[in-house]
């Protein structure tokens, strides 16, 4: 079955770079019609579109993020990351990735935790 799996710093200073990985297991991710997407939920918060990218590589972002966040992938590994510059504290969040079929985020990962913080 598919599987998701987040990792990453779990503490980034501000200004810095946010890099994480969301390696996947039971499919490709270069599977024909499959998507990935990251989501983030702050503390207290509401889910948060961050971005996903497509099977054939296309990689698309949230409006208030865009600026920050890209998304690519190591077809090799089987892997996606996600990189969010120039991060602030309003960054801090839980981050997961989750697989997208027919317009759904269908599995998710368990998510990681990254807080921003001097």
């Known amino acids: 079955q598919v599987q998701l799996q987040e990792s990453g710093p779990g503490l980034v200073n501000p200004s810095q770079t946010l890099s994480l990985t969301c390696t996947v297991s039971g499919v490709a991710i270069t599977t024909s019609y499959y998507a990935w997407t990251w989501i983030r939920q702050p503390p207290g918060k509401g889910l948060e579109y961050v971005g996903h990218?497509?099977?054939?590589?296309?990689?698309y972002a949230g409006p208030s993020l865009k600026s920050r966040t890209s998304i690519f992938r190591d077809t090799s590994k089987n892997q996606l990351t996600l990189q969010l510059t120039s991060v602030t504290p309003d960054d801090t969040a839980k981050y997961y990735c989750?697989?997208?079929?027919?317009?759904?985020?269908?599995?998710w990962g368990q998510g990681t935790q990254v807080t921003v913080s001097s």
């Open positions: 990218i497509r099977y054939n590589g296309d990689s």
């Open positions: 989750a697989s997208v079929t027919n317009g759904a985020w269908d599995v």
